[in-house]
């Protein structure tokens, strides 16, 4: 089955023609700056090389539409028809306690997202907009959505409660929820099928360090707790956002500031983490370079950034009652083998052992934990689309 998994951000989407049967990508690319004046597609050919075009995109149904028309371009298409996509599967970011799998979308369902606005601003409208997008532009085409929480939905509500008033659970949904549910699912079932273990016996730690990152504890193929909450914006140290931190320091800076919502929302989001500290940048490529040049604050960020890694990994073996496996993935996790030394080396009292020489590789399913370490650690690349693709081929009949 070919399956177009569409991922729709704010002013963006991404996509991949993937055959579900084999995990094949036949095609990939995206849209970006969806609104401006500049807004571009970028493709992929089969043999690897790119190309952007620049059209003006002014919403997500024309950004989808010329998605749809590279598609099945005459020269850089890879089908010939729309009839030749049998289904779409689309990234949905939140679905509060409504959502605990993948489901096909019916009216019923789009209403269930839209319910899920107040939560999740940003994300949740333009994952609407895309499905109605393709509703227009292919009628008929079924389409499945598959949800950041979903996986999360099993926390105990020890762990998913925060301690404010309970009316304020029961009235807005308050609560934590989690995400990258998709990618945690996806690595850790991944590590147990390449470890050769049962994936329903083992307790197991995924540490999702990206941009955006996230850890979640997993107790026999189950999360049982995980670091984002309510909001991605909980938990580790980020690329731009905050996590953690004291929301009584955030109430003084609103005082300090003059701030409104929207002003403090702006700051903990976009100004904070890794570019907050270092002042240089987001990007953990840079970091790295700006602390070989000697710059005391890039360092600091790094420390913190694995301080943060280090201290989940903690609590959740606590929470677990130990750990058999520690799988690294997403942008840093699997390109940085200088974190992953940094943190396993400070975890040998848990009998970890690091093999230094597996853990040079990058972006690649690697062992990385030695022959005698009592914890396996592993990188597994993560594919978020992989599972989109599978499960909206499950859900609409197909294999
Ligand atoms: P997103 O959360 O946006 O999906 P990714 O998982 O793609 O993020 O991760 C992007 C981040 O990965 C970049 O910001 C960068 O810091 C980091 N990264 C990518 N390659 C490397 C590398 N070789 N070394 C260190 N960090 C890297």
């Known amino acids: 089955m070919k399956i177009l998994v569409l991922n729709c951000g704010s002013s963006s989407v991404k996509y991949k023609l993937?055959?579900?049967?084999?995990?094949?990508?036949?095609?990939?690319?995206?849209?970006?700056?969806?609104?401006?004046?500049?807004?571009f597609l970028k493709f992929k050919r089969p043999d690897g090389s790119k190309e952007t075009?620049?059209?003006?995109?002014?919403?997500?149904?024309?950004?989808?539409k010329n998605v749809l028309k590279i598609l099945t371009d005459p020269k850089e298409g890879v089908i010939k028809s729309f009839d030749e996509i049998h289904a779409v599967g689309h990234r949905v970011v939140h679905g509060m306690e409504k959502f605990n799998k993948s489901v096909l979308i019916t009216p019923e369902v789009i209403g269930k997202v839209k319910e899920c606005y107040p939560v999740a601003p940003l994300h949740n409208p333009a994952n609407i907009t895309g499905i109605e997008a393709i509703t227009d532009l292919i009628p008929g085409v079924p389409q499945v959505a598959v949800f950041d929480t979903a996986f999360h939905q099993t926390m105990p509500a020890k762990a998913f409660m925060y301690a404010l008033p309970y009316?304020?659970?029961?009235?807005?949904?308050v609560r934590r929820y989690g995400f990258h549910g998709t990618s945690h699912r996806y690595v850790s079932r991944r590590a147990c099928e390449f470890l050769g273990v049962p994936y329903e016996q083992q307790r197991i730690i995924t540490c999702h360090i990206g941009n955006g990152g996230s850890i979640t504890a997993i107790k026999d193929g189950i999360s049982v707790d995980t670091s984002m909450g309510l909001t991605p914006t909980e938990g580790l140290m980020m690329g731009t956002r905050v996590g953690d931190v004291d929301p009584g320091a955030l109430t003084y800076l609103m005082k300090c500031e003059g701030l409104d919502a929207d002003g403090l929302g702006n700051v903990i989001n976009k100004k904070s983490g890794v570019l907050g500290i270092s002042g240089i940048s987001s990007d953990m490529r840079d970091i790295e370079d700006a602390i070989a040049a000697g710059n005391e604050r890039a360092k600091l960020a790094m420390d913190m950034y694995e301080?943060?890694?280090l201290k989940y990994i903690g609590a959740y073996t606590a929470v677990l009652g130990g750990a058999d496996i520690i799988v690294f993935t997403a942008g840093v996790g699997e390109n940085s083998p200088e974190?992953?030394?940094?943190?396993?080396?400070?975890?040998?009292?848990?009998?970890?052992?690091?093999?230094?020489?597996?853990?040079?590789?990058r972006g690649k399913e690697v062992v990385i934990s030695g022959a005698d370490?009592?914890?396996?650690?592993?990188?597994?690349p993560?594919?978020?689309?992989?599972?989109?693709?599978?499960?909206?081929?499950?859900?609409?009949?197909?294999k």
Request: aromatic share 4%.
């Open 167 to 173: 009316e304020d659970y029961e009235k807005y949904g």
């Open 53 to 64: 075009i620049t059209v003006s995109m002014p919403d997500h149904k024309e950004a989808v």
């Open 382 to 398: 993560t594919d978020e689309e992989l599972v989109i693709a599978q499960d909206t081929a499950m859900i609409v009949g197909g």
């Open 339 to 361: 974190l992953r030394e940094a943190v396993c080396e400070k975890l040998a009292y848990m009998g970890i052992t690091l093999d230094k020489e597996a853990n040079r590789s």
């Open 307 to 309: 301080y943060r890694i």
């Open 18 to 39: 993937i055959e579900s049967e084999n995990g094949n990508v036949l095609a990939e690319g995206g849209v970006e700056k969806i609104g401006l004046p500049d807004s």
């Open 373 to 380: 370490s009592k914890v396996k650690v592993v990188v597994i």
